[in-house]
Every structure is written in structure tokens, then in C-alpha cells.
């Protein structure tokens, strides 16, 4: 069985600064990691992925992720936020079969200006 | 190139009724995932399907849910006799194939008076 835990519901920060948010996932076989971002009232739209090879992963708007598996963590980071990345963002695991995803409860980026 | 659709966007239904939610693929695309996200949770995978075929309903409720992909026109998730717990966002996902990234629609917002 996999899991994925978002350590943190909501993240507060200004603009401009940077931000981490953390996810961390067991599971007994190796996976495929993704980071899925929410806007209010919308579906889920692919940020980035891990499937193999370079550890660090680079994605839309800036976004990268970072694969640890000595710590089987995906952490997403952006060195500086804007106004329109205030959202929900959900990690993912996908099984080894393919056929699903488990996610995390998500986290809730709230950037101030 | 259009991608996953969802109707309704928005249904409401009554205690007792049926709900309908409809999923278009993405063109090319032969596999359909559908997911449910209850207020203020993550997605939880609940089935998955190919054209014509039921591949993993583990996480579809024993009883009242059923799901289909038909050879011609879209998949369709059925709530029979809803009651108010079904009240949720219902996203499907589509892709090519197995262990391929999966790509989400606007999803559907159930709610049941």
C-alpha cells in the first residue's frame, strides 16, 4: 500500500519570497511522483513529475521538485512567489500497476502581497 | 486539442435521487480514472476503466455507485438514491496507458439537498 503525506494544510508568504512545500510518500516498489496544483473551483492541473533520472525536476511556472528517496520525500519549492500561486497543491504517487493515483490532503499556498 | 470534459459542471440533487456525471477523454486517449474529493480533502482514487471494461473498482462504494465506458460516447459515473454524504467534487482523468501521466477535467460538483 503507498501513502503520501503533506506535512503542511496551509502555507502563509508574501510575495517575492520563496517557498517550500513538503511531501512525503512510503511505498514498498518504486513510484512516479507528481505535483498537481488547484485553483479554486477548477481541476488539477500537472505541475511536474518524477519518473526517472535526474533527481531534480523542473516544471511549469517556475515550480521544481526534488526526489530523495533515502528520505522518500518530493518536496516542491519556487524561489520567489506571485499573487496567482495561491492555491491548493497536491502530491501524488502512482502505483506500480499504473491504474492510480494516491494523493496527499494538499496544501493551501497563500501569498500576501 | 480539447482536453478532458466534464458535465455538469454543477448538479444538485435531492435525497434519493440519481446523479449522472459524465467524462470525455481526451482525444486518443482510452483510459478513464475516476476520482472523488470531499470538502476540505484530498482526491481518492475510485475506479478505473478502459472501453468497455471495469480494470480496478476498489475504491467505488459497495453499494448505489456504479461506473461505465461505453465503445462509443463518454464514461459515465451513476450515484443511485444519492444522500447527502455524496456531496463532492468528482474529477475523472484520462490517458493513453498504463503508468502514462494522467490528465484531469474540471470536474464535477455534486451537491445533494
Known amino acids: 500500500a503507498q501513502s503520501v503525506t503533506q506535512l503542511d494544510s496551509q502555507v502563509p508568504v508574501f510575495e517575492e519570497a520563496p517557498v517550500e512545500l513538503r511531501c512525503n510518500y512510503s511505498s514498498s516498489v518504486s513510484v512516479y511522483l507528481f505535483w498537481y496544483v488547484q485553483y479554486p473551483n477548477q481541476g488539477l492541473q500537472l505541475l511536474l513529475k518524477y519518473l526517472s533520472g535526474s533527481t531534480l525536476v523542473k516544471g511549469i511556472n517556475g515550480f521544481e521538485a526534488e526526489f530523495n528517496k533515502s528520505q522518500t520525500s518530493f518536496h516542491l519549492r519556487k524561489p520567489s512567489v506571485h499573487i496567482s500561486d495561491t492555491a491548493e497543491y497536491f502530491c501524488a504517487v502512482q502505483n506500480n500497476a499504473g491504474n492510480m493515483l494516491t494523493f496527499g490532503g494538499g496544501t493551501r499556498l497563500m501569498v500576501k502581497p | 486539442n480539447a482536453g478532458v470534459m466534464q458535465n455538469p459542471r454543477h448538479l444538485v440533487r435531492r435525497r434519493g435521487q440519481e446523479a449522472r456525471l459524465r467524462c470525455s477523454p481526451m482525444k486518443g486517449h482510452s483510459h478513464v480514472y475516476w476520482y472523488r474529493q470531499l470538502p476540505e480533502e484530498g482526491l481518492k482514487f475510485m475506479v478505473y476503466?478502459?472501453?468497455?471494461?471495469?480494470?480496478?473498482e476498489s475504491g467505488m462504494p459497495k453499494e448505489r455507485f456504479s461506473a461505465e465506458f461505453p465503445k462509443e460516447g463518454p464514461s459515465i459515473l451513476r450515484i443511485q438514491q444519492v444522500v447527502r454524504g455524496d456531496s463532492a467534487a468528482y474529477f475523472c482523468?484520462?490517458?493513453?496507458?498504463?503508468?502514462?501521466?494522467?490528465?484531469f477535467g474540471p470536474g464535477t460538483r455534486l451537491l445533494v439537498l
Open positions: 482523468a484520462s490517458t493513453t496507458g498504463t503508468r502514462e501521466t494522467q490528465y
Open positions: 476503466l478502459q472501453k468497455e471494461n471495469i480494470i480496478d
